[in-house]
Each structure stands twice: as structure tokens, then as C-alpha cells.
């Protein structure tokens, strides 16, 4: 048995449905039938619409959440190498690199302390953060004295860069402020040792020292 129903759409429903619309190439009626039976189906799997719009609502990834919260963005890797290659000269402003990722991890694992005083922490919770970004790279974290250790490793020399200049940074413009005092950049991996110094502008200037004279990447 066939109804007839009157439907009265605004225009942001029918920009809504335009893409089902031309799949049934502007049979309205055809496309109004596949979303009932896709009602009909999702309401068999979720048991109603609302517990679907609270799945989709609290069922958020740490990704989804720091692009919520942070404005953080995904960038595909194409995209990425493009925007780095047109800097090739240039070290990201300090403000860009920090980007309050630290912050924002050591938030969500109640991390206490100084990077230094919990380096396997650190280590197990940016290795998560980027590897849920789909970076392609595994940090190590290691630390002595007043010395701390940063290896960042992966078969993208433009991402490991870029994910070293962050860690370099955060390192500089914390509480306590690390300089870079040796450093080896190899295709695949960087290595390098950080020491306290006195203020950030010290630590800030010594990242520049290693990296302004040369390409970001190359």
C-alpha cells in the first residue's frame, strides 16, 4: 500500500539531503525511502536515534578531542610536506610550535613534575598523541643529571624534524628551560641532548642557533 505524505523542508534540509537526492538522480521520493531504511536500521542496531546521537557525542577520540579544544588540525602528509617546503627557511614561530600540547597532555594524564623526573611517562603519552594523529614516528625520551635525551625516529625526515622542533621548543619555554648541546640529524632519526640554562630567550635562541642557518627541511 502506497502514502502520500506533504513534507515541508527548509533550505538547510534540502542542502542536507541534496547528496542522497542526486544519487537517486532527483527522485525525491526514492531518496526519502533509503533514509527511512537507513532509520530502520540504525534504530535496530543503536535501539533509537537518541542513544546514537549520545554514542556519536561521547564516543570521541583523544584526536577529536584536541582539535575540539585546542584547535589543533590533522594535516594530510601531501598537504603537510607542500606547507614545510614553502618555509624551507624559517623556523616555525615559537607560538606555532608550542601550541599548548604539553600542557594539554600533562592535563588529561595527571602528570606531575618536571619532563625529567618522568621521562617513560612523557615518552609512552606524546608516542600515543602522535601516533593517534597518524604521524609515522616513535619518540624516546631519556634523562641524567641535568641532561635530558630526545630521539625522534621515523622513515619521514620532514615529519621527524618538525616533531623534534616542537619537543625542542616545549623543552625551551617551560618551567625549566633545556638548550640543545648536541644534536645528529640522519635521514631517519634525530638525536640530541638537552641542558638546563638560565632563561627561555637562551633556550629559544639555541634552537635557532642549530636551525636558522640551515633548511628546516631539506
Known amino acids: 500500500m502506497e502514502v502520500r505524505k506533504n513534507v515541508a523542508l527548509d533550505r538547510k534540509h534540502v542542502r542536507m539531503l541534496q547528496p542522497i537526492i542526486e544519487k537517486h538522480q532527483g527522485n525525491f521520493s526514492a531518496a526519502i525511502r533509503e533514509l527511512v531504511e537507513l532509520v530502520d536500521v540504525i534504530e535496530k ?3 533509537s536515534i537518541d542513544a546514537l546521537k549520545e554514542s556519536a557525542i ?7 578531542e584536541y582539535i575540539e579544544n585546542h584547535y589543533g588540525v590533522v594535516v594530510p602528509s601531501q598537504i ?9 627557511f624559517d623556523i616555525p614561530p ?13 592535563e588529561r594524564a595527571h602528570l606531575e613534575g618536571r619532563i625529567d623526573e618522568n621521562p617513560s611517562e612523557w615518552e609512552a603519552l606524546l608516542n600515543e598523541f602522535y601516533h593517534d594523529l597518524g604521524w609515522p614516528i616513535d619518540i624516546r625520551i631519556r634523562s641524567s643529571s641535568n641532561l635530558v635525551t630526545v630521539e625522534v625516529i ?4 620532514q615529519i621527524n624534524r618538525l616533531a623534534f622542533l616542537i619537543s625542542a621548543m616545549n623543552l625551551a619555554c617551560g618551567s ?5 648541546i648536541e644534536m645528529e640529524d640522519i ?4 638525536f640530541a641532548t638537552f641542558e638546563e640554562c638560565e632563561t627561555e630567550e637562551e633556550a629559544s635562541e639555541n634552537i635557532h642557533n642549530f636551525f636558522g642557518s640551515e633548511s628546516i627541511l631539506e
Not at 625549566?176 to 640543545?180: A, D, G, Q, T, W
Not at 635521514?187 to 634525530?190: R, V
Open 45 to 47: 542496531k543503536y535501539g
Open 58 to 64: 561521547t564516543e570521541k577520540t583523544k584526536r577529536d
Open 80 to 88: 603537510l610536506h607542500w606547507l614545510l617546503r614553502e618555509h624551507q
Open 94 to 106: 615559537k607560538q606555532y610550535l608550542l601550541f599548548s600540547m604539553y600542557s594539554y597532555l600533562r
Open 154 to 157: 621515523g622513515f619521514d625526515s
Open 176 to 180: 625549566v628551560h633545556y638548550r640543545i
Open 187 to 190: 635521514q631517519t632519526a634525530i
